[in-house]
């Protein structure tokens, strides 16, 4: 059974940062890779950053590349998404996920998610 619970979303002003944390339990996953996607309002789901296990290389979306920053903790099994410069734009529901993708941004390729935590940026 594999569990990923997400934490440190809220509510930030624009310009603003947060930090999101995600914990996975349940396996090992070195051969793994974590991923954070975003769904706002009325729209799909969209990839935001990913990260390897096995060399930490990480991948992020064009729109959030110098922005974000993801980072992983293998012995503590938890990846994290520093949120920097925040815009309205990016408000929505952030999800940890974890799997093995070809590409990093397929959203269909990872198989375990977590329930999603808010992000809300105020204008």
């Known amino acids: 059974q594999v569990s990923l619970v997400e934490s440190g979303g809220g509510l930030v002003q624009a310009g603003g940062s947060l930090r999101l944390s995600c914990a996975a339990s349940g396996r090992t996953f070195s051969n793994y890779t974590m991923g954070w996607f975003r769904q706002a309002p009325g729209k799909e789901r969209e990839f935001v950053a990913a990260i390897s296990f096995s060399d930490a290389v990480s991948y992020y979306a064009d729109s959030m590349e110098g922005r974000f920053i993801i980072s992983l903790n293998t012995a503590k099994k938890t990846q994290y998404l520093q949120m920097n410069t925040l815009k309205p734009e990016d408000t929505a529901v952030y999800y940890c996920?974890?799997?093995?993708?070809?590409?990093?941004?397929?959203?269909?390729?990872?198989?375990?998610w977590g329930q999603g935590t808010q992000v809300t940026v105020s204008s």
């Open positions: 996920a974890i799997g093995d993708p070809s590409y990093a941004n397929d959203d269909k390729a990872y198989a375990y």
